[in-house]
């Protein structure tokens, strides 16, 4: 792809990733990683903005080192998907789309649960300074 498509893409996920953190149920940390991913490969200044964010930098960085996802981000995540769930109860939505998403939500979930925490180590380098 190009650099040119890739800057784009990077911009247009970063764009959501914030809409998502606004919007319940739309996932912020997904498009900020797709961000990421795309920024590396078409602006390295894009990327190390997002790298250096104060909000979306650490969760990044440990993202990068290895995979990790912090036991606050895990409890924010699993406590932002009950809360959608619980949305979904209340507003009636059909069975067959609480269904869907619960069961989407769940295997997310665990599967999140699953990825390791990061090292003491890169937990202090991943604070704020």
Do not use: D
């Not at 911009?11 to 920024?39: E, N």
């Not at 036991?71 to 269904?99: E, F, Q, S």
Request: overall charge positive.
């Amino acid at each position: 792809m190009g650099r040119g498509v890739l800057y784009v893409l990077a911009l247009l996920f970063l764009f959501l990733g914030i809409l998502g953190a606004f919007i319940p149920g739309m996932p912020t940390t997904v498009f900020i990683l797709m961000s990421a991913w795309a920024a590396a490969r078409s602006s390295p200044r894009l990327h190390e903005w997002l790298r250096q964010h104060r909000l979306f930098g650490p969760s990044l960085r440990n993202w990068e080192a290895g995979g990790y996802v912090s036991r606050k981000g895990k409890r924010m995540a699993a406590l932002t998907m009950l809360a959608c769930a619980l949305i979904m109860v209340l507003v009636g939505v059909p069975l067959w789309a609480l269904i869907t998403a619960s069961s989407c939500m769940a295997i997310v979930g665990t599967w999140l649960w699953f990825r390791p925490e990061p090292p003491e180590h890169l937990t202090q380098e991943t604070k704020p300074h």
